[in-house]
């Protein structure tokens, strides 16, 4: 049951102002020690708007020589200490100024972000860039904060040695992130290691580094000394791991699949780099026989649907009350039409395309995949639009634990949902999973609702809501969702060092 006709005129794409053709048409560079430099050599990469799948700009795909390079800058400021030995309050200061350069820029950032991605617009702009602000501001804050501890030793006699606890930043941090929310997660990544007093490359995904780029403008204006932040472009399997491989970086922080989480910790494995991994999620959403269905619904339909199911806490695995389970799917069905996919810069949209044809072919592979296992098509199952990489919201029933769409992240607007009877049974089938990064439970029952948040094995557990995330709650996985965690106290303890200092008095 599909609702989109496939030649609909509401599929163009309006067109890019001004700011956005300029920052579009620039000549591809590498941004190594506050200068936009070019490659060693002269290969390059095409960037495509989902919304249309026409090519928009290319950007560097960077050589082992370009990694090297950036690496090598970042690692003479780390070593010199021109960012970490300044005063704490100046680095706090370039931190707090580059979120108001950012913040300034907001309807740029949220227009390019929304053209190179696929995201709505609307959804950039209140999502995606005042996140990308927030996190910066958050750990901004840390940096004046991050102190050490005084601990006397428990096993000689008092008076007899004086010994502290300091912190000290890890060094070069190599930071790869992903193409769902490239603004977003490049500041998230950035801030605690800048916070810390780290030097940093990072690596936008190859899909969507445009954000990226433009981000790196701002940074001397920011006040950020040379080799600082460097901004690098390029495909994962090459210029990605050889960031990984280079001795000169003392830590990685990657957002991305797990089987590339894998190969990176791997890859980190020779010179034991510190390692935190985000890797992908199946998340659960739980909806008990208490609740009014109608209001979870529309819950559980955001849960999924929001940024077209291309988020690793997306809530892809539904578990309705056999009591309430045609309701919520009734639900669901009716708030598709809220979700129905738009270009990304109609102002009305709410949900874009899947950001390539790689990720479309992916996830239409994945709902071929439970038809032919069995399940049943409640809503959608199609594509939508006659080009670009549209996917309607779509709802699978029938479905059994065993099936690739139970078992697999599908990363696109894909729910599959299941009827249970008891609580025991809910929370056995929640885990049921390698993944464990994010779970909703929806229920007005204080005791069902703390027994389930106790039994479901995951890093955040969301109740009667879903992926609310603030930079001061950590953030990250149980399981095959990786390890370590972003955001809060625990964000900024990641990159730093713990150094024990005993004195014999
Ligand atoms: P990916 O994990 O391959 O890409 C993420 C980042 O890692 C990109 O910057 C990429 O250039 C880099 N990368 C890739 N291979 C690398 C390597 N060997 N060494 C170092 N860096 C490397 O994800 P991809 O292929 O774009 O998407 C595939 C699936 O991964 C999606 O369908 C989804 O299931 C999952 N995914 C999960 C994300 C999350 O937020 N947890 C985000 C993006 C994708
Ligand atoms: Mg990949």
Redesign the pocket.
């Known amino acids: 049951m599909s609702t989109a006709p496939s030649h609909d005129v509401s599929f163009t794409q309006p067109e890019y102002s001004a700011h956005a053709k300029a920052a579009l048409g620039r000549k591809p560079a590498l941004f190594i020690n506050n200068e936009w430099v070019q490659s060693t050599h002269g290969a390059t990469l095409a960037v495509e708007d989902p919304s249309t799948g026409r090519e928009i700009a290319r950007i560097v795909d960077a050589s082992d020589a370009d990694v090297d390079r950036a690496v090598n800058a970042a690692r003479t400021a780390f070593d010199d200490g021109r960012w970490s030995h300044l005063p704490p309050m100046a680095r706090e200061r370039a931190i707090l100024k580059l979120a108001d350069l950012i913040e300034a820029h907001t309807a740029e950032f949220a227009e390019l972000e929304a053209i190179d991605n696929g995201k709505p617009v609307g959804m950039a702009t209140v999502v995606d860039v005042p996140g990308a602000v927030q996190h910066l501001r958050y750990m901004a804050g840390w940096t004046s904060k991050l102190g050490g501890d005084l601990v006397e030793p428990q096993g000689l006699p008092r008076g007899t040695v004086f010994s502290y606890v300091s912190r000290e930043p890890v060094g070069v941090a190599a930071q ?5 929310f490239p603004l977003l997660m490049a500041c998230l990544k950035i801030a605690p290691a800048l916070a810390a007093g780290c030097t940093l490359v990072l ?4 899909q969507t580094s445009i954000t990226a780029l433009r981000l790196a403008d701002l940074v001397s204006q920011a006040g950020f000394p040379p080799g600082v932040i460097n901004i690098i472009t390029g ?3 090459t210029a ?2 050889a960031l ?1 491989r280079h001795p000169g970086v003392d830590k990685i922080a990657f ?3 797990t089987e ?1 989480g894998k ?2 910790n791997r890859d980190a494995t020779a010179t034991l780099k510190r390692v935190t991994l ?3 999620g199946k998340s659960p959403v739980v909806v008990m026989p208490d609740v009014n269905p109608e209001e979870v619904a529309a819950g559980a339909a955001g849960a999924i649907f929001f940024n077209s199911g291309q988020v ?1 806490i997306a809530g892809s695995r539904l578990f309705a009350h056999r009591s309430v389970f045609d309701k919520v799917i009734e639900g669901i069905s009716q708030a598709t039409a809220f979700w129905k996919p738009r270009p990304s810069l109609d102002p009305q949209g709410h949900m874009g395309p899947l950001v390539s044809k790689e ?1 479309l072919d ?1 996830v239409m592979g994945y709902i071929e995949a439970g038809k032919r296992d069995g399940a049943s098509v409640a809503v959608g199952g199609d594509t939508a639009g006659s080009s670009g990489y549209y996917v309607n919201p779509t709802i699978l029933v029938d479905v059994k634990p065993s099936m690739s769409v139970v078992q697999e ?1 599908i ?1 696109g607007p894909v729910v599959v949902a299941q009827r249970f009877d008891d609580l025991e049974e809910v929370a056995k089938a929640a885990n049921d999973t390698c993944f464990g990064l994010g779970a909703g439970i929806w229920t007005r029952d204080v005791s069902a609702m703390h027994r389930l948040a106790a039994k479901i094995k995951a890093g955040t557990v969301w109740g009667n809501c879903h992926a609310i995330i603030d930079p001061a709650l950590p953030f990250g996985g149980f399981k095959q969702s990786g390890f370590g965690r972003e955001q809060g106290r625990a964000g900024i303890d990641a990159y730093t060092e713990l150094k024990t200092v005993i004195i014999k008095l």
């Open positions: 790869i992130i992903p193409w769902n690596k936008p995904a190859e495909n994962g399997h990605g791991a990984v957002t991305g699949s590339v190969i990176i985000e890797l992908g690793c990720q992916r992240e990363f």
